[in-house]
C-alpha cells in the first residue's frame, strides 16, 4: 500500500469532492474544481500530452509488460487494435469545462492515466509518473460534416507513443456549445475491464454531480500502478479470471496466494528454479499444434464471428456441477476438446488471459492487471477418453499453471525461444483463450443467434492463429472466435462454435458422458485442406479417436523467414545494436538473440538502435525465434 499523500497523487486519507464551484485550498482528500479545470483552450486539433515533470518511476508490472510488449509485436497500422474506446452516456446541458474539470480530477487521482513508459539507457522499459496536469480534450461541434467522425477515427485509431504520451485520449463533440458525446480512447497497457469500471463509475459520479449542482463524494485511492511492482501481486478468484476454472470450491471473489513481483533482472540460467517448470512444460508442447491444417500458402483472410445462446448457461452449469468444476472449465473443456479432434493433436496449448488482481487495497488500482498464462492440456491416457475426463484435464491444467512460480509473458517466451533454438525450429503457441463474466447484463436473445463479424485485419496482422472468448451474461453465454484463414476457413469457424454449443448442452441434456471419437460427427467441422502440412510435436504423434490422421511433413510454415545473405556491416551492426540495447558486450553472432542471453524486453531497444543506425527488416518475432544472429544479419535492409 502505498504512503498516504504519496507526491504527484491524490491524498488516499479520504474521499475526493468534487462539486460545482468549490473554491479555496483541497485539504485532504479533497480535490480543488478550479485547479483541476485549468488549462489552454482546445484547438480542436490533436496534441501530445503535457509535458510535466517526473514525479516517480518503477518497473512495469506483468499485466503492463504484456501489452507494452505485444504493441511493439504489431505493427504501427494495426496497433488500434488494442485500444479501448469507449463513449459513456452523459448528463444533458454539460458544459466543455464541467467535462474538463472531470477529466482532470481523475487524471490527478489516477497515476495511471499520467504514466509514460520510455525505454532506460539499459534497454528495459519503465513506467514514468508524471505530475497533475490538464489532459489535453479535442472538441469538435457537429456541424452535420464529417469532422466528428474524422476527430474520433483520429483519436481511436492513431497509433499511441507510449514513451511520451499518457495512455488516456478525449474528444469531446458539441451541440449548441453543450456537450453532446464523450469519447475516450484508453490503451490496454493501463486498463483492463475491472479499472474500466471503475473509471466509468468515478465519471459518472462526477459528471451527475456537477448537472445537478451538487459535489460529489469519491472513495479514497488506496494503490497506484507503481506501487505494484514492490508490493507484490496476486492471482485472484473473481468471477471470470483464470483462478476459478480448476476448482469448484473456491468462492467469488476470495483472494488467491500472493505472489512476488517479477524484476527485469531475475536470473534466466538453468538454476533459476522459477523457470525450471516452465521449461520443462515448453519440451512438451507441439511445435505447431496447428501444423495438420495449416496451410502453405500465406493466409489473406482471416475472420470473425460470435454465436450466443440462452441454453449454454444452464447447461454449463449443469455439467459444472455434475463435475464439481466451474462452468468456464466446460466451456475451456469444449475448445479444447474440439482443437484436439480438429488438428489431432493431444495436447493443446493456448495462453490464457489471467487476471493477478490482489486483495482489497489492489482491487480497484487503475492499471492493467491481467497477462496470458501459458497452458496446455494435454488428453487423458487411453483409446477414447470422455468429456468428463477432458473437462477434469483442463481444470488440472489451468491449475497447474498457476500453481507454478510465475513468469511474465516476455520470459515465458524466452523459455519457447530457447525450447526452439533446441528443436531448430519455432514452438508456435499462438491461440489465445479469454472468459470474460458480464452479469448482470442480458445477452439480449432468447433464442441461439450466430453473426459473422467485419474481417479482423488488424488482429490478424498481430501473427496469431486463434482467439477464443466466452462471455457470460446473466441469460446467455456468447462464443467468439477470431481465426487466421490459413488454420480454419470461414466455415469452420461457424462450425467450431456450433459444434462447442451442441457438445455442452447435448452432454447437459442427456447426461450422457461423450465420448471424444464421437465430437467430430457433432461438430462437422471440415476434413483437413488438401495442401494442409503435417503435424509435429514434441513426442511421437498419438492418432486421436475420430480426428484426421496427419500425413509426413511437407514444410515448416511455422518456421522465420528465410533471410538471404547479409548486406555488408549488417552483421556488425546487429551485433553492436544488441551490445548497446543492454545486451552481452560481445553477443555471439552464431547464436540466437534470446539463446546468446538477450532479454525480449530490451528487443525493442534493439531494432530502435538498428534504426538509427540505418537498418530495418527485424521485427520482434524475428528476434524472438531460433536464428542465429549471423542469419539475422541477412534479414537487414539498409536504409
Known sequence: MPATGTPGTAPTTGPAQFGPEKAGRAGAGQENTNAARGGPEDTGTPRPSPASREVRRAELNRGQRYFWLHHHQLPADARHDTHIVLDPPLPEGLAPARVRAALNLLVRRHEGMRTTFPVGEDGLPRQIVHA??????????????GAVAEAVRDCSQRDFDLAAEWPVR?????????VRRLVLV?????????SIAALLRELDALLTAAAAGRPAALPPVLCQPADLPTTGTAQDGAPGTAQDI??????????GTARDAVQDTAPRGPADG?????????????????AARRTSAEARESYSATLTSPRLLPAAREVAGRLQVWPSAV?????????????????????????????????????????????????????????GEIVRATADAVRH???????????????????????????RVETEVNFLNHAPRSCGTRRTRFARNPEPVAWARSGADAYFRVHEWADGVTLALRASGAVLSAHAVERFLRGCEELITKQADTGDDLRLSELAGLSALPEPAADATGHDTASPDTALPGAAVPGAATADTGAPRTPGPAAPGAEEALLRAVAEAGGPAAPDAGAGYVAGGGRLLRAPAVLAALHAAGWNGLSVRDLAGPLPLRDLAGLLVAR
Open 132 to 145: 497533475p496536469a490538464p489532459l489535453p480534450v479535442r472538441v469538435v461541434a457537429a456541424d452535420g460534416g
Open 246 to 255: 480448476a476448482s469448484g470450491t473456491a468462492q467469488d471473489g476470495a483472494p
Open 401 to 427: 499453471a498457476q500453481e507454478r512460480p510465475p513468469l511474465a509473458y516476455d520470459e515465458t517466451l524466452e523459455l519457447l525461444a530457447e525450447e526452439a533454438g533446441r528443436r531448430g525450429r519455432p514452438v
Open 186 to 194: 484508453l490503451n490496454h497497457i493501463s486498463f483492463d475491464d475491472w
Open 170 to 178: 478525449a474528444c469531446l463533440v458539441t451541440v449548441d456549445g453543450r
Open 274 to 290: 522459477r523457470r525450471a517448470p516452465w521449461r520443462a512444460e515448453a519440451a512438451r508442447l507441439p511445435s505447431d499444434l496447428y
Open 331 to 387: 466451456h475451456m473443456a469444449a475448445f479444447t476438446a474440439l482443437t484436439a479432434v480438429y488438428t489431432g493433436s493431444p495436447v493443446v496449448p493456448f495462453w490464457l488471459f489471467s487476471s493477478h488482481r490482489g486483495d482489497a487495497p489492489t482491487m480497484d488500482v487503475l492499471t492493467c492487471m491481467f497477462d496470458p498464462l501459458l497452458t496446455a492440456v494435454r488428453l487423458p491416457d487411453g483409446d477414447d477418453p470422455t468429456f
